[in-house]
């Protein structure tokens, strides 16, 4: 006889300042994931809006606004535009591999040129080594560090251009966290190439979905997530395709 599944805890957190539109306070709902039943409550939760950070699920619960939005990608059906395709074919040269959730000098050091160039002033930019590896490696649940490097030269490992903590859900791939090379003249465009990979290593492995986290609208930071057609949006009444006008609307 099992022990019966126990219903979470939730807390919500203080109000903060928005880091996506000025001038709003944001508050998160949360709960702890451990145990044996972590990954079985990640993917419950996942499937309601929430995400993973280490071994806390959480989601955006403030007063009076409602402009985080959960996004999924289809990925059966997805069909990459012409810009997309071109973009696989440009980075098609990077060896990828999934790797054990464990924190390098490599990527650390990566992810640190990463905030420096797109993030400078954001909660993560004092991110240390130490919390670098809690990031990495606290993960109660079924997750991997995906890896982008260029080919190796024979005798050691090729440059990490690109990583993206991931985590296998039971319907879908959740990208947790990616950073990457900055330099467009190298590597163009290689965070749009990194959701693209997703995209095909979940439908190779016969997942649904592909989880993008929250779509800000009125946010210009998060439109790039609109770029992956079908998408569904969670609203009031379940997932729900976002409609072509949202999407052209934050992408114009």
């Given amino acids: 006889m099992t022990a019966p599944f126990r219903f979470p805890r939730f807390f919500v957190t203080s109000p903060q300042p928005c880091p996506y539109l000025p ?13 044996p039943e972590a990954g079985e409550l990640n993917d419950a939760l996942g499937r309601i809006g929430f995400r993973r950070s280490q071994s806390v699920a959480y ?19 997805f069909e990459p535009n012409a810009t997309q395709r071109k973009l696989m074919r440009r980075h098609a040269d990077l060896d ?10 490599e990527q650390y050091t990566l992810m ?6 797109r993030h400078p002033g954001g909660g993560m930019a004092a991110m240390d080594e130490s ?4 990031m990495i490696e606290h993960s109660p649940v079924n997750s991997v560090v995906v890896e982008y490097r260029e080919l190796s030269d024979g005798a050691r490992p090729g440059k990490l251009v690109g990583c993206c903590l991931t985590d296998r859900q039971a319907d879908g791939l959740s990208m947790v966290y990616s950073f990457f090379d900055t330099d467009q003249d190298a590597r163009p465009a290689l965070g749009n190439y990194i959701i693209l990979d997703h995209i095909a290593r979940a439908r190779e492995a016969g997942l649904p979905y592909v989880y993008l986290g929250y779509w800000v609208k009125g ?10 057609r079908p998408i569904e949006m969670l609203g009031t009444q379940g997932w729900v395709l ?7 609307a934050v992408t114009a």
Avoid at 96 to 105: I, K, N, Q
Wanted: with cysteine; aromatic share 8%.
């Fill in 23 to 35: 001038g709003r306070q944001e508050r998160k709902v949360f709960t702890e994931l451990s145990g």
């Fill in 59 to 77: 989601r955006p619960s403030c007063a009076g606004c409602a402009a985080c939005v959960s996004v999924r990608v289809r990925t059966h059906e």
């Fill in 112 to 117: 640190r040129r990463y905030l420096s160039a």
């Fill in 131 to 134: 919390d670098f590896a809690d």
């Fill in 96 to 105: 990828v591999s999934a790797c054990r959730p464990w924190a390098t000098d």
């Fill in 219 to 228: 946010s210009q930071r998060m439109a790039y997530k609109t770029r992956y």
């Fill in 242 to 248: 976002m409609p072509e006008v949202e999407a052209a």
